[in-house]
T-cell receptor, first 112, second 114 residues
Framework: AQSVSQHNHHVILSEAASLELGCNYS??????LFWYVQYPGQHLQLLLK??????LVKGIKGFEAEFIKSKFSFNLRKPSVQWSDTAEYFC??????????FGQGTELSVKP | DAGVIQSPRHEVTEMGQEVTLRCKPI?????LFWYRQTMMRGLELLIY????????DSGMPEDRFSAKMPNASFSTLKIQPSEPRDSAVYFC????????????FGPGTRLTVL
């Protein structure tokens, strides 16, 4: 079965620092990949998604992610984080039958 | 579109009581998912439906949990009897089942069992 691994459990950055959160999935084939964000006390919101085409995907709020098929990776990036980016970030990949398999999440804390 | 609607937003109950959580998916979506989120276990898929039919309930923790989807616009998750370890945030999500599998989450129900 498909699995998703997020490398960092908790990341602490200062404002304006660059961000990269790692995400790897376990096996290839045709995959749909997602990053969701959960702000404190809120529900998961879709940040960006990849289905096909350009492996560099741009999402909301200046986030982007790059799909590298050979590495089974879909890392999330942002050149300059803001305090308002403090949240938990979840990577997900589709599994058979329409399910999404979520990673364990990475908590991002941005210091003002 | 109103998005996925869940009720109640907060529920506080005593151990042994029955709890019913409700979800209205986005209109036109044919897949519905129930998740539980806790600090200890993270985000767990409990059950999901496709065209109102339960497809995978392997995540349902035990027989105290049951879920139904009587029609395309309504689903319930019931816990009977509830226990303190059931305290969590329960999310409902829906997707349009058109192959992209994008899920849209509701605001969640924060359940506290005393």
């Amino acid at each position: 079965a498909q699995s998703v691994s997020q490398h960092n459990h908790h990341v602490i950055l200062s404002e304006a620092a660059s961000l990269e959160l790692g995400c790897n999935y376990s096996y290839g084939g045709t995959v749909n990949l997602f990053w969701y964000v959960q702000y404190p006390g809120q529900h998961l919101q879709l940040l960006l998604k990849y289905f096909s085409g350009d492996p560099l995907v741009k999402g909301i709020k200046g986030f982007e992610a790059e799909f590298i098929k050979s590495k089974f990776s879909f890392n999330l990036r942002k050149p300059s984080v803001q305090w308002s980016d403090t949240a938990e970030y979840f990577c997900a990949v589709n599994d058979q039958g329409g399910k999404l398999i979520f990673g364990q999440g990475t908590e991002l804390s941005v210091k003002p | 579109d109103a998005g996925v609607i869940q009720s109640p937003r907060h529920e506080v109950t005593e151990m042994g009581q029955e709890v019913t959580l409700r979800c209205k998916p986005i209109s036109g979506h044919n897949s519905l998912f129930w998740y539980r989120q806790t600090m200890m276990r993270g985000l767990e898929l409990l059950i999901y439906f496709n065209n109102n039919v339960p497809i995978d309930d392997s995540g349902m923790p035990e027989d105290r949990f049951s879920a139904k989807m009587p029609n395309a616009s309504f689903s319930t998750l019931k816990i009977q009897p509830s226990e303190p370890r059931d305290s969590a945030v329960y999310f409902c999500a829906s997707s349009d089942g058109q192959g992209t599998d994008t899920q849209y989450f509701g605001p969640g129900t924060r359940l506290t069992v005393l």
